[in-house]
């Protein structure tokens, strides 16, 4: 009976250390009183084994103010180890390096040549990565894992682009491959609104939330659904394409093949070409920087534009039912320009008694946030594979 009691105790002991590691890797640092309140245990409980985990140097303690009062935070012990980052669009490459922090030490945009082929941009990033390293004072042997954030919808399962055409070149091509060979580590690949919203989660507007949808605004849109702190997939990876819900039965023919999604009516090619008599050519970046400006014709288009993707956004947050929605994305920076319009949108669509109002808000990372998404989420599953093995 001693040795079952025994052996009871240091499965609970356990089982709550990891509940704590786990609480702190996905979520960062925090005090004592905020980690049991996450994980439901007792400060008694935390404080015994936080103070365990600092002595088998799994985490580490400091000195904080909260409210105006003494607290101790708690972090993970900083180990030696690099993620890195990958977004991959039909324009633009970016790369960035992360630590155990998830502090993001080196940053770098690299733009792409119209439907660039998927193995010559795969060797510019692992040239990219170790230059980056280099400049950073590191190697590669400190990179433990490498994201890759696909701006296409991606089968999960097998982790390549799911749907040929919406990102040209790269259908069935086998993009952990390269990276692995190139590095010796585990490899992710994951769509880009996910890693955004995995971004925006640890590290950004809604950091510690559990519960929220990502709405990306680029060219095309796209939503990352954070369920109890995990992304939801679905069964191949496609929850969350937005940008290909029917709108319009009668509508153009969407990259995807089926004809009026929400993206033939929102993507760059259409809502620049409604100011070409007025504005001549122009690209996204160029609308919201007139926007901003205080240009009207500019300051329309988006605005209508937020009102048909708060149409959609409303739909999937009374299926979800989430704490609150990050907005990020080029149109994004646009600022109350979007944000209103489509706020005031989601809020009409929404229960009016509901018990707890959405709130919208601005992604902290609107025009980097995939590529550091997803640099953490391979550090996470290394980190969750150490977890695993004891």
Avoid at 129 to 149: P, S
Avoid at 171 to 194: E, K, M, S
Avoid at 290 to 302: E, K, T, W, Y
Wanted: aromatic content about 2%; hydrophobic content about 45%; charged content about 20%.
């Amino acid at each position: 009976m001693a040795r079952r009691t025994n052996g009871s105790q240091a499965s609970l002991r356990r089982a709550n250390q990891a509940s704590l590691l786990e609480s702190i890797h996905r979520f960062g640092a925090m005090t004592q009183v905020e980690l049991a309140e996450i994980t439901g245990l007792s400060t008694t409980t935390v404080s015994t084994q936080v103070h365990q985990l600092v002595q088998e140097g799994k985490l580490e303690t400091r000195n904080t103010v909260r409210n105006g009062r003494r607290a101790t935070l708690v972090a993970l012990a900083r180990k030696q180890g690099l993620g890195v980052g990958l977004s991959i669009t039909r324009r633009d490459l970016i790369v960035v390096v992360a630590d155990y922090a998830k502090d993001v030490i080196a940053r770098r945009r690299l733009p792409l040549p119209a439907k660039h082929k998927a193995d010559t941009t795969l060797e510019r990033a692992v040239r990219l990565v170790n230059e980056m390293l280099e400049n950073a004072g590191a190697d590669a042997g400190e990179v433990v894992g490498v994201g890759v954030a696909v701006g296409a919808p991606v089968d999960y399962r097998a982790q390549t682009v799911a749907v040929p055409g919406i990102l040209p070149g790269w259908n069935g091509v086998d993009i952990r491959g390269p990276l692995a060979t190139a590095f010796h580590v585990p490899v992710v690949v994951d769509n880009d609104a996910n890693a955004a919203a995995v971004c925006e989660g640890r590290v950004g507007a809604v950091a510690g939330r559990q519960n929220f949808v990502y709405i990306g605004t680029n060219d095309g849109v796209g939503a990352g659904i954070m369920v109890n702190g995990d992304i939801l997939h679905g069964v191949t990876g496609l929850a969350g394409e937005i940008g290909h819900i029917q709108v319009d039965p009668l509508g153009s023919i969407c990259s995807c093949g089926n004809r009026g999604c929400l993206n033939t009516i929102v993507d760059e090619t259409r809502l620049v070409s409604l100011l070409s008599v007025t504005h001549g050519n122009m690209t996204l970046e160029d609308l919201v920087r007139l926007a901003n400006d205080g240009d009207p014709g500019c300051r329309r288009v988006i605005a209508d534009t937020a009102v048909r993707i708060g149409t959609v956004a409303g739909d999937l947050c009374i299926s979800v039912d989430p704490e609150m929605v990050v907005v990020g994305g080029n149109l994004a920076m646009s600022g109350d320009t979007f944000i209103e319009p489509f706020s005031e949108t989601l809020q009409r669509l929404l229960f009016p008694n509901a018990l707890t109002p959405i709130r919208v808000c601005a992604a902290a990372h609107p025009d980097y946030g995939a590529a550091p998404g997803a640099a953490i989420m391979a550090i996470e599953v290394v980190e969750k594979r150490s977890l695993l093995q004891g």
